[in-house]
């Protein structure tokens, strides 16, 4: 087969497959794997000793894409980059702003890691827009889920189960999604907050009104929390827009324009993460936001709120296992994206069971780690 | 089927006016809005409870007796239609709205709580629930959950299963799930979003927490005539391609915009063959200016006219129109059939084009009223039963569009799901493999395949077709069939 196989200096052999096929031959060779993509949420796909990467990036490009019908596919491999760049020409994006882009994330490590960035406070997240999927299961099956159509309500939503699924169900080989429109032009407002309090009830507010806001994070700024919210549209009308919810926030400084850009680019990047950090992705809701940023200020924590109060991204300096217990006592779940640990998940887990008798079926002999 | 023992179980559980045996109490539970198919349930019980619905069924499990969970029937695939001698755990007493949290605009909800009623909950607040299926003032969340239901408004906020953040849930062996949570994010494989849309084969949710949204500001809607329906079709690609993203994007044809205005006066000009709305919805000022630029759109796709809703009253009667179209169209036919299908927007065109010549080769009429911005079609098919062999071309025409929507690159159903009715088309959708790998998942949620038993797969038993007319309440004009 034409896949290419290295071996580096540990005892960890790295195989990347060229096409579909090779994937199927390698999955069934083969009785540990682990699957990578470009390598940038490493917690997700270190292999252990003894165990055999697959890495997709030889499984690349767009396969197709018609931009007058805002929906593409491309092979999992493919860098976030190269489908942005692609998307744009025409205008479009992927709405919900994945991490990582220019670091070399690949379309299928970013579905099954499940991960949506600051802009997916507008329309959804990464399962709002994956469409299709094809993947090969650890009995080495060739298994498609979904369509390449806006609206598809056939057989069970496979894409949806392989959202979050890490490469410990199958090996994501293919991936549709549908687009949308971009913004032409974005405006962010950074508004400084008096106290946590006060910055929770400006998200409460806004997450009522009818401001249309590409995002809204929630940041700690020499411990004083600031609010930036982000909003985009025609360029005619955007100034206005802006005027108008400064005025009912009652307070908001403008990002300049060049600035503008390059702090969501910083947010996309985790640059604002100490890099030999761990990096962990929590979902929450708004009301655990206070208990939770004392256990995170107190701890030392570096932290970024996302989606008016979503999600978290929590730069960890000590042992994850501490984590972990903080997590728990709240119910709160989290996944380790960079960081020393075994096990990716954090905290509170729910649909165990369920996620468990999925394994059984797509991957009974355990070839992909446990999940 | 062995029921006795399962039956005598179950009332020792479950009162006699909630335990319906006898025939007349059942008829009403024997069929859902997909008429053509009937069949009768050994028993039907009105759980009131969570802990009735999980005890029901546990016992179901342990005694290898199908259920067909239920809540009130309009599913168009035939998805609620019980199985002949099974139980039929009818859902609609379950119907509170738990919890209600306007700060993080979410709303938890027992599965017998109506569409509508979300919506109507989330009011004061300023919120809605953005899904809406036209049945939306009768079906019940359950349904959406299990159907994974859309609406008109899909093109932008997505449909039941982007509005589900997670539910509890009962599996067919009667072990009880949580899955997702309270947060719009999650970690770990998206098992809500795996059990939305499971056709009822993956058991009966029994709370679903649904996000909410804020009303939007202002909402503008443009109503376009043409000569043609590709006409029609080729300006909701121009609308897709000009880079707006409309929230609902309608069209009807002749047939239809003449039902209609006769029966709710809608305003809707008689001469045209097709009829365009597009809706625009979001922040005033933003949506003023991209209104402008859509009306440059759609003046540039060749209309014959153009009427913009003045009012939120204008705007009501041109909704009220459409939303009344199916039930209207029926009322021109003894008989009618519905499809559900997918194309690419792009070639919405052709597929309306290829849709009329197919009712001229077989010489029915078909109306098209559907969601053209997600390329969903609902032509319905309209014949006379009573005529011999009138029912089978209607079959045969229906099957012909459904194998175009599969050609063009679309699916078999939108938003009806597979349920009886496209059973045998998932074939030409999937592979072998593809669905063992299905088949293979259900049975690990049920390894005796008693829940919904006969849907969604190819190789289910199905009752006899025949014509039953309409659904009471579709005669009513309560529900309707897209």
Known sequence: MSATLSTTMSAVTVISPETNEDVQTVVCAYEQIVVRGGGTKPALCTAGDGATVLDTRRLTGIVEYEPGEFVFTARAGTPLREIADALAAYGQYLPFDPPLVQEGATLGGTVAAGLSGSGRHRYGGVRDFLIGVRFVDGQGRLVRGGGKVVKNAAGFDLPKLLVGSIGRLGVIVEASFKVFPQPPRYATLRVSQPSLDAALAAITRLNGSTFDIEALDLLIEAGAPVLYVRQGGLATTLEERQQSLRIWLGVGTPLRETDEAEFWAAARAFSWAPADWSLVKTPITLNTIPVLEQILQASGAQRRYLAGGALVWIAWPGELAQLHVYLTQLQLSGLVLRGETQWPFVGARTGASLAARVKRVLDPTNRFPIL | ?482
Not at chain 2, 159 to 173: E, F, I, R, S
Not at chain 2, 216 to 245: F, I
């Open chain 2, 1 to 482: 089927m062995e029921t006795s023992g399962l039956i005598s179980e179950l009332e020792r559980c479950f009162p006699p006016d909630r335990l319906l045996q006898r025939p007349a109490q059942m008829a009403p539970y024997e069929s859902d809005a997909l008429t053509a198919f009937r069949a009768r349930p050994a028993a039907v019980i009105l759980a009131e409870t969570q802990a009735e619905v999980i005890q029901a069924v546990r016992l179901c499990h342990r005694h290898a007796i199908p259920f067909v969970a239920r809540g009130s029937g309009t599913s168009l695939s035939g998805g609620s239609l019980p199985v002949e001698e099974g139980i039929v755990i009818a859902l609609n007493r379950l119907n509170r709205v738990l919890r209600l949290d306007p700060a993080q605009r979410i709303a938890v909800v027992e599965p017998g709580v109506i569409n509508l009623d979300v919506s109507r909950a989330a009011a004061p607040h300023g919120l809605y629930y953005a899904p809406d299926p036209s049945s939306q003032l009768i079906c019940t969340i359950g349904g959406n959950v299990a159907f994974n239901s859309g609406g008109a408004h899909c093109l932008k906020y997505g449909m039941t299963a982007n509005h589900v953040l997670g539910l509890k849930a009962v599996l067919p062996d009667g072990e009880v799930v949580q899955l997702g949570g309270e947060s719009l994010e999650s970690v770990g494989p998206d098992l809500t979003g795996f059990f939305v849309g499971s056709e009822g084969l993956f058991g009966v949710a029994l709370e679903i927490i649904l996000r909410l949204l804020p009303k939007p500001e202002c909402y503008r809607t443009v109503l376009a005539a043409y000569d043609s329906l590709a006409g029609a079709g080729d300006a909701v690609a121009q609308v897709v391609a000009s880079g707006l993203l409309p929230g609902a994007m309608e069209i009807m044809d002749a047939l239809a915009i003449e039902a209609a205005e006769a029966a709710v006066h809608a305003g809707y000009p008689r001469d045209a063959a097709a009829l365009l709305i597009v809706e625009l919805e979001g922040e005033r000022v933003q949506v003023e200016a991209e209104f402008a630029h859509l009306l440059r759109v759609i003046e540039g796709s060749g209309p014959k006219t153009v009427t913009v809703a003045k009012d939120d009253a204008d705007r009501a009667r041109i909704w009220k129109g459409r939303k009344s179209a199916f039930s209207a169209v029926g009322r021109l036919s003894p008989d009618y059939l519905v499809q559900d299908g997918v194309v690419p927007r792009s070639r919405l065109g052709e597929a309306l084009a290829t849709i009329e010549r197919l009712s001229r080769t077989h010489n029915l009429r078909v109306a098209n009223v559907f969601h053209a911005g997600d390329g969903n079609l609902h032509p319905l098919i309209l014949f006379n039963g009573r005529v011999a062999g009138e029912l089978e071309r209607a079959e045969a025409l229906a099957g012909e569009i459904i194998q175009m929507c599969i050609a063009l690159g679309g699916s078999v159903t939108g938003e009806h799901g597979i349920g009886m009715e496209k059973r045998q088309h998932m074939r030409a959708m999937f592979t072998t493999t593809d669905l063992e790998v299905m088949a293979e998942l259900r049975r690990a949620l049920d390894p005796g395949e008693i829940s919904n038993r006969g849907k969604m797969f190819p190789d289910g038993e199905a009752p006899a077709l025949s014509s039953h007319g309409v659904h009471p309440l579709e005669r009513q004009g309560v529900i309707s069939r897209e």
